[in-house]
């Protein structure tokens, strides 16, 4: 196996594509980091406690994840940890050009740092946080989606929110 790899996001809420892609990670990398970006360019629904919190509880019985929060720049934050690895999931093609944009800026600003691309299971290939969002303000069974104790955070956090 190899070293350390960091699955950044914002994981907002977390869903069943990322856990698929922490799994997948396992079976390649000896330790995965997974970090909560403190991202003032999205307006996350949920807190980096929370995310931290609901990461943690879907990763409990995965002994080589380890869950934390930064804030800067992404290759930053992976020398500090020492990771080589930058993991980053792909669901459609529409994902493909900014993932790419971003691994090559990375690389350029940490040429030691790697991205690594990986892919959910297909059946989670259309999920992204912002859709659950979106179906959960209207209601939707989000049970498919996400485990069920972020499925009822979600649900209070909206139900507040209206």
């Known amino acids: 196996m190899c070293q350390i790899a960091l699955y950044p996001g914002t994981f907002d ?91 090559l800026t990375n690389r350029k600003l940490a040429p030691d740092i790697e991205t690594i691309f990986l892919m959910p299971h297909e059946s989670y290939s259309y999920l992204s946080a912002k859709l659950i969002r979106e179906v959960g303000s209207l209601g939707a069974d989000l049970s498919a989606f996400v485990p069920d104790f972020v499925e009822k955070a979600l649900r209070d956090k909206l139900r507040k929110k209206a």
């Not at 629904?45 to 879907?58: G, H, N, T």
């Not at 930053?76 to 790419?100: N, P, Q, T, W």
Request: hydrophobic content about 45%.
């Open 13 to 103: 809420p977390v869903t069943n594509g990322h856990i698929d892609i922490i799994k997948r990670a396992q079976e390649i990398f000896s330790e995965i980091t997974v970090a909560v970006a403190h991202n003032s360019y999205k307006e996350p629904i949920f807190s980096v406690k929370e995310r931290l919190e609901m990461l943690k509880q879907a990763t409990k019985d995965m002994p080589a994840v380890t869950v934390t929060e930064f804030d800067g720049l992404v290759v930053e934050y992976a020398h500090k940890i020492k990771a080589k690895v930058l993991i980053r999931g792909l669901r459609m093609l529409s994902d493909f050009e900014y993932e790419f944009q971003m691994a």
